[in-house]
């Protein structure tokens, strides 16, 4: 069934505290939970569920609440229901009356939820963050005029993929899945297996490399002979099992220099891309393009693409999706991978260049801010979970890049409501030394006392 709503009981409970009475309204988490449009994503996440069958599901405001605090503080589904227990801001956040003790959910919610919104509903988290920095005027409309696109790569959590680690991985899955079907083995292969897999690794280590490879052969061989046993002694192949043979079939046959290898038995969607780096030649994941408003760092979009795309041809979708979630922008600044993007929209793509050359002044002082995306990106992967991705799929790919674009903002909001009573008594302060200046000619004729009040701006 939909989700339960949000309630507040008017009259109190005399055996609760409520938040209220324990928190600072002036919180910049309560006053960023004032602005976002609660309704409008319960409504629009209520529609994914079975208006009459099942039981209530669990309140959306909690899970979106948990969502932002996640991917803001780069913690894990488990981590941040435990720490939502001890925080009451958090609770008063997600919509709570009354302080709790007890947990609100089991965490594995959180990753059902994930799946049922899908990119789309991602996107609208993404999109709300915007909507609420225009609320709070910590963007200004003129900032989402000009973005900064740029691609990096997203890792995916899994181990490094020699050949001798995924033959065995793919025998192990095989013989567990035999096991639970009650297909009786030839051989199982565990004590001869494993020891095949540490000596390949002692000998790599050691640089006896015609060793090691020998061990590899011998894995390779032995997950041969699995899949054939299994092939002919299963009475009857389900979906599931046939899905890993064709796993492992394919790791059995291929090369080294073969095209759309399998680097990973758990997640064979992974792709083996190489941006150049001196310190890690080759990461395993798939490309995010991701954009940026020039002034402000704001994120508008982040798009996970698989196929390890040319740079250029990613651009088309990045701009679909920022118009989605922001505003069509008016200017585009990309690096020199763009050269031949795909492209054809109202947007102006500038693409960056060694020499000034013809560039007017004006376009050339935001070309030079194209760069600015990088540090951006960096924080993306250090702290907002976008180094090792741990969702599953393609789809848990794009979720988790928007999300990690989502907290970012989200982070950026909360400094920014941070400083809205900083700003205040600025202002306030303002306003008294203006006062004071209108009072100057009365104090030549009348003596004025010392001021009674003095305000201190903390920073």
Same mark, same amino acid.
């Given at each position: ?224 002979? &699995?899949?054939? %046993?299994?092939? *002919?002694?299963?009475? #009857?192949?389900?979906?599931?099992? !046939?899905?890993?043979?064709?796993? =492992? /079939? ?98 102006? &793509?500038?693409? %960056?260049?060694? *020499?000034?050359?013809? #560039?007017?002044?004006?376009?050339? !002082?935001?070309?030079?801010?194209? =760069? /600015? ?87």
């Amino acid at each position: 069934m939909k989700p339960v709503k949000t309630s507040h009981d008017p009259q109190g409970d005399l055996f609760k505290t409520e938040l209220v009475r324990i928190i600072d309204m002036n919180h910049p988490l309560v006053r960023l939970g004032n602005e976002v449009a609660w309704d409008r994503l319960d409504e629009l996440f209520g529609e994914t569920y079975c208006e009459d069958n099942g039981r209530p599901a669990t309140n959306t405001r909690l899970l979106v609440a948990l969502h932002y605090l996640k991917y803001t503080f780069n913690l894990s589904d488990e981590d941040v229901v435990d720490a939502w227990v001890e925080n009451p801001y958090w609770q008063h956040f997600s919509g709570r009356q009354y302080f709790m003790h007890d947990k609100p959910m089991d965490p594995t919610v959180m990753s059902r939820f994930r799946k049922r919104i899908g990119e789309a509903g991602a996107e609208e988290l993404l999109k709300e963050t915007i909507v609420a920095g225009l609320k709070l005027k910590a963007i200004k409309p003129h900032m989402l005029k000009r973005v900064n696109v740029d691609t990096t790569v997203q890792e995916k959590e899994i181990r490094h993929p020699t050949d001798a680690r995924l033959y065995e991985r793919c025998r192990e899955r095989l013989v567990k899945a035999a096991q639970e079907r009650d297909i009786d083995l030839r051989q199982n292969y565990n004590r001869v297996a494993k020891h095949q897999l540490l000596m390949s690794h002692r000998y790599a280590h050691a640089r006896q490399m015609n060793r090691a490879r020998k061990c590899t052969r011998k894995l390779r061989t032995i997950l041969g002979r &699995v899949i054939r %046993d299994i092939e *002919r002694k299963a009475p #009857t192949i389900d979906p599931e099992l !046939r899905i890993q043979l064709d796993v =492992a /079939a394919r790791i059995q046959a291929q090369e080294r220099g073969d095209k759309g290898k399998i680097y990973s038995v758990h997640e064979p969607q992974v792709e083996c891309i190489a941006k150049g780096k001196a310190h890690k030649r080759y990461e395993f994941g798939c490309k995010v393009s991701v954009a940026a408003t020039s002034k402000g760092g704001w994120f508008g979009g982040a798009k996970a693409l698989h196929g390890n795309p040319y740079d250029g041809h990613t651009l088309k979708a990045a701009m679909e999706q920022v118009d989605r979630i922001a505003t069509t922008p008016e200017h585009a600044f990309v690096d020199m991978g763009y050269r031949g993007h795909n492209y054809e929209g109202e947007c102006e &793509v500038h693409v %960056d260049k060694r *020499r000034r050359g013809s #560039t007017a002044r004006s376009l050339w !002082r935001w070309m030079k801010r194209r =760069a /600015a995306i990088e540090p951006g990106i960096g924080h993306l992967k250090r702290e907002h979970r976008m180094d090792r991705c741990r969702l599953k799929g393609i789809e848990g790919d794009q979720v988790n890049a928007i999300l990690s674009a989502a907290g970012m903002n989200f982070g950026k909001l909360l400094k920014a409501a941070a400083r809205l009573p900083l700003r205040i008594r600025m202002a306030f302060a303002y306003l008294i030394d203006a006062f004071e200046l209108s009072l100057r000619p009365l104090r030549l004729q009348i003596p004025y006392p010392a001021r009674p009040y003095q305000i201190i701006v903390l920073s």
